[in-house]
Nanobody, 125 residues
Framework: QVQLVESGGGLVQAGDSLRLSCAAS????????MGWFRQVPGKEREFVAA????????YYADSVKGRFTISRDNAKNTVYLQMNSLQPEDTAIYYC??????????????????WGQGTQVTVSS
């Protein structure tokens, strides 16, 4: 089992920045994928960013590319999502997720086995 706890959400104005954190505990899969997704009520969960725990590559949705950065701290077993130049359309509940093996389905929410409780991000105009 893997437990994920997100933090760092909040209410900001357009153009501001936020950094979300996702602390992982429990069983560690060496080549696990870590991802961030977001969801607005009434809409499907949307891929935001992902990385492999042992790789160097990062992956982003087109809508956040150049504004958001996913990173990890191996020592702290924590994944971050730095969000810059936030816009009202970024308003959503943001979820951290993990799956046992990184592969080409890193952007598919149903492929992730472990999820955090979510943290609300609200961007006012």
């Amino acid at each position: 089992q893997v437990q994920l706890v997100e933090s760092g959400g909040g209410l900001v104005q357009a153009g501001d920045s936020l950094r979300l954190s996702c602390a992982a505990s429990g069983r560690a899969f060496s080549n696990r994928a870590m991802g961030w997704f977001r969801q607005v009520p009434g809409k499907e969960r949307e891929f935001v960013a992902a990385l492999s725990w042992i790789g160097v590559n990062t992956y982003y949705a087109d809508s956040v590319k150049g504004r958001f950065t996913i990173s990890r701290d191996n020592a702290k077993n924590t994944v971050y999502l730095q969000m810059n130049s936030l816009q009202p359309e970024d308003t959503a509940i943001y979820y951290c997720a993990a799956k046992r093996r990184f592969d080409i389905t890193y952007y598919v929410s149903n492929e992730y086995e472990y999820w955090g409780q979510g943290t609300q991000v609200t961007v006012s105009s």
